[in-house]
């Protein structure tokens, strides 16, 4: 059975997603490549990295991340930005993590 890592946090949170199997097949046809990469991104979403790890995560509404991810790194250069309205996810990169 899958167990969230923080089961009371409501919305995004680390570790493997929860997702029951479907109790019917919802669309008309199945399509091998989608369904493989559905599984792929599935994989790709739990790489059983720990708290320790990470240095702890941080969560912002639906997002979470790894904070050792986000270290300072001389040389890379991150970008966020808002495609058309007030982007609050790319507010909160530039005034916490300095994000041009």
Same mark, same amino acid.
């Given at each position: 059975?899958?167990? !969230? ?12 997603? /929860?997702?029951?199997? +479907?109790? $019917? *097949?919802?669309?008309?046809? =199945?399509?091998? *490549? ?6 792929? $991104? $599935? ?10 790890? /990470? ?9 979470? *991340? /790894? =904070?050792? +991810? ?7 250069? +991150?970008?966020?930005?808002? $495609? ?10 530039? =005034? !916490?993590?300095?994000?041009?």
């Amino acid at each position: 059975p899958c167990k !969230y890592l923080l089961p009371d946090q409501v919305s995004s949170r680390p570790g493997p997603p /929860c997702i029951p199997p +479907a109790r $019917i *097949w919802p669309y008309v046809t =199945n399509t091998p *490549w989608r369904s493989m990469l559905g599984e792929r $991104i $599935i994989e790709s979403i739990d790489q059983g990295v720990s708290s320790e790890q /990470c240095g702890g995560w941080h969560m912002f509404g639906d997002q979470t *991340w /790894c =904070n050792k +991810a986000m270290k300072k790194t001389p040389g890379v250069l +991150a970008l966020s930005f808002g $495609i058309e309205e007030r982007d609050l996810f790319s507010e909160y990169m530039s =005034n !916490y993590y300095r994000v041009p």
